[in-house]
């Protein structure tokens, strides 16, 4: 078998996502794998697992299937081979300037809620040590 191909297993391991995930990906069309081996199995490369990055990536962030499609269509496109003129190509980085800003956004917001979340944790173990038992000397 061609070594810049892998099966669903090892793409599973190195993006830590479950074969179950990688799956639904495909059938939603999101990332189909570039090939399939005598047996059947799904092959991926490292394009493949590239794609499945920026999902794993999106997905906390909020981003929903179809905005995932838009930004991977979009920068398929800028990284394809096809001559873009200066309006097309404008136009997709503006795509791509939308979602960077979004993620910006959210980014700013989970470090507000990872603030107030370590507060919450500091006061919580200052209590437990505030109303320990005496340490006997």
Known sequence: MDDKHMQIGEVAARTELSLRTIR???ETGLVIPSARSRGGFRLY??????????????????FTLEQMRDLLDATDRLDGDDALDAGEREALLERVRTYQRAAAEQVEKLRIQLARA???????????EQNAPAART
Do not use: N
């Open 118 to 128: 370590e507060d919450f944790a500091a006061t919580l173990a200052a209590r437990l």
């Open 24 to 26: 639904h990906y495909e």
């Open 45 to 62: 490369t490292e394009t493949d697992v590239a794609r499945l990055m920026v999902i794993r990536r999106m997905k906390p962030l909020g």
